[in-house]
């Protein structure tokens, strides 16, 4: 039996800011290989996908900074890559042209066959 290719994806951005937030949470590995794995479990990506900011809180009760990109059926997913209420880390929402759903990675576990 033929073995399946992995699809390598990634996330990449021209911003440069997006890029140091990329960068940090690429150095907790668990936290990025969790994000790229739900991401490519929830949608259709094959290699690179582009992010962009999607909102950004920053004042004195609270600092969150949440990422958008789409996939290749133009689903649009939103995800938090810094957040100073760490239930939100993992947090995925998923927008179709039919309906918005919201994922909790943190929740997920594999399961090995």
């Known amino acids: 039996m033929k073995e399946k290719k992995k699809k390598t994806f990634g996330l990449f951005s021209n911003n440069e800011e997006i890029n140091g937030i990329l960068n940090s949470i690429k150095s ?9 794995t739900g991401l490519q479990l ?4 094959e290699g690179k996908a582009e992010i962009d900011f999607y909102d950004k ?6 600092k969150k900074v949440r990422l958008w990109c789409t996939d290749s059926n133009d689903d ?20 179709t042209n039919e309906e918005t759903l919201e994922y909790d990675l943190s929740l997920a576990k594999k399961i090995h066959s």
Request: glycine share 2%.
């Open 28 to 36: 907790n590995s668990k936290v990025y290989l969790k994000l790229i």
């Open 42 to 45: 929830l949608g259709n990506f």
């Open 57 to 62: 809180t920053d004042n004195e009760e609270e």
């Open 76 to 95: 649009i997913f939103v995800f938090y890559v810094y957040s100073s209420d760490r239930t939100d880390l993992l947090k995925i929402t998923k927008e």
